[in-house]
Structure formats: structure tokens, C-alpha cells
């Protein structure tokens, strides 16, 4: 079970600390769980941020000229065309780290159709899908659990014969983003923060899991954020708990 935290704890869990890549998850659109992932940005000093919202394309355009500015940098990257939320909930995020490489680990548009002709093992790479953990199909009984979360994620809106499609991208973007943080350690020696949602996440089967498949001497510590006392699903070595945001109902683009 995870350790409690306070929202707006100043000193971290020594785990924290020592740890090679830290997982922040947020929920994308609250503005406390973008403030938490900058505060433990900047007291953690990574060598590397890894970034679900960007793809490997975007992250090189992160130049030292531009990410002096939230008007440069969000231009540079797209970001207003995106679908993200506002780029000011992100950029702190950015300065609190500015000598930090930056590494994107969204899977490209083409990649998320290609799911529907093409075994995941197969887009992702063989290889690298046995290194991994992207080979092994889930048990029946996980496959069942993640299909209904992405049903009742899209208000039960989904033909049944898409559910399966859409667990094999989640985890596809899973195994992305262990694949970009590992990369993210070979290459400046971490530690390295990883920026991306709750689900993503999670250690017993978000983004973790598959990077201590892959490289199981590291050490990983993840976050996970919520709202008004309800946390998110899975399993965090910590949670954070912070204000909800008002939302209108996700539901209503289906009626």
C-alpha cells in the first residue's frame, strides 16, 4: 500500500531522493498536481525529464534559447495544438529543471493507428518488446479489469470489439515511456523524472513495471496524486492528495 503523503509536503521521502527515475503522476488538468511535480523537480535536481506530452520530435526542439521562455518554448513544441492542457500548468515544470535534458516518450499518431493492423510487439519492436515485457500477453483476468476501466473511461460509449485495442495502446504507451526513461539514464546518468498521468503511472502495471522488467537494478519510485481523499487505481510507492478540480461531465460528448 502506498505511503501517505501530504500535498504540499516540503521534504521528500528519502526513497525519493536516492532513487534512479521518479514517476510523478498528475491528473492532467489540476493545477496542484503540477505544482507537487515542480516542487519535487526542482529539490530533486534531475539530470534527465522524460515527458509524456511530447513526442521524441518536439523534445528536440527544447533548446536552452527557448525554454528561457513559456511563450517560446509552448510555441516551439506545438503545444497550443496539442490537446494538452494550458501550457502554464507544465512550463513551471520546465524551469524548475533548466539544465535537464528532455526526452519525449509520446507514441506519434501514426504509431496509435498502426495498433489496429499490427501486434504491439511488432510497432514497438521485437526486440526491445522481449526486453521489456511487451511480448507477454496479460492474464485473463487483468486483460477483463483494463478493458472495463477503458470502457467505463469512455462512458461505456465503445463497440467491445475496440476495448482490447485500446488496452494494447495503453500499454504501448506504457512500455514508451520506460523505454524514453531508461534511455533518459543511459544517457545522462540520472536521476530522471518522468512527467505523465496517473494510470500511466503505476507500478504493478503502468510504466514502471515494464521498465524493471528491462532493467530490474534500478530503482524506481512512483507518485501518484489525488483528489479530495479519492486516490487513483493501482499501486504508487507514495501518494500525494490535493483539491479536486471542477470539470464539466466527460459523459457529455457521448450523448
Request: glycine share 10%; proline share 8%.
Amino acid at each position: 500500500m502506498a505511503a501517505p503523503l501530504a500535498f504540499a509536503q516540503d521534504i521528500l521521502p528519502g526513497a525519493a531522493r536516492t532513487a534512479d527515475v521518479v514517476f510523478l503522476g498528475e491528473q492532467h488538468d489540476n493545477p496542484g498536481h503540477h505544482a507537487v511535480q515542480a516542487k519535487w523537480t526542482a529539490a530533486l535536481a534531475p539530470s534527465a525529464l522524460v515527458f509524456e506530452m511530447l513526442t521524441p520530435q518536439q523534445a528536440a526542439r527544447v533548446t536552452a534559447d527557448v525554454r528561457r521562455s513559456q511563450a517560446a518554448l509552448g510555441s516551439a513544441l506545438e503545444w497550443d495544438g496539442s490537446g494538452w492542457p494550458d501550457f502554464a500548468l507544465y512550463y513551471p515544470i520546465f524551469e524548475a529543471a533548466p539544465a535537464a535534458e528532455v526526452y519525449g516518450a509520446g507514441v506519434p499518431r501514426a504509431e496509435i493507428r498502426g495498433v489496429m493492423q499490427q501486434d504491439i510487439a511488432q510497432i514497438f519492436g521485437p526486440q526491445d518488446a522481449a526486453r521489456f515485457g511487451l511480448d507477454v500477453p496479460l492474464d485473463a483476468t487483468q486483460q477483463a479489469a483494463r478493458e472495463q476501466m477503458q470502457a467505463d473511461a469512455h462512458c461505456n460509449a465503445l463497440p467491445a470489439d475496440m476495448l482490447p485495442m485500446m488496452v494494447s495502446v495503453q500499454r504501448l504507451r506504457d512500455a514508451t515511456l520506460a523505454r524514453a526513461a531508461l534511455e533518459a539514464v543511459e544517457d545522462t546518468g540520472g536521476p530522471v523524472i518522468v512527467i505523465t498521468g496517473n494510470g500511466h503511472a503505476r507500478t504493478d502495471w503502468g510504466a514502471p513495471l515494464y521498465l524493471q522488467t528491462a532493467a530490474p537494478g534500478l530503482s524506481v519510485f512512483a507518485l501518484g496524486q489525488g483528489e479530495n481523499g479519492r486516490t487513483p487505481p493501482g499501486g504508487f510507492t507514495a501518494m500525494a492528495d490535493g483539491p479536486a478540480v471542477t470539470r464539466e461531465d466527460p459523459c457529455d460528448v457521448f450523448n
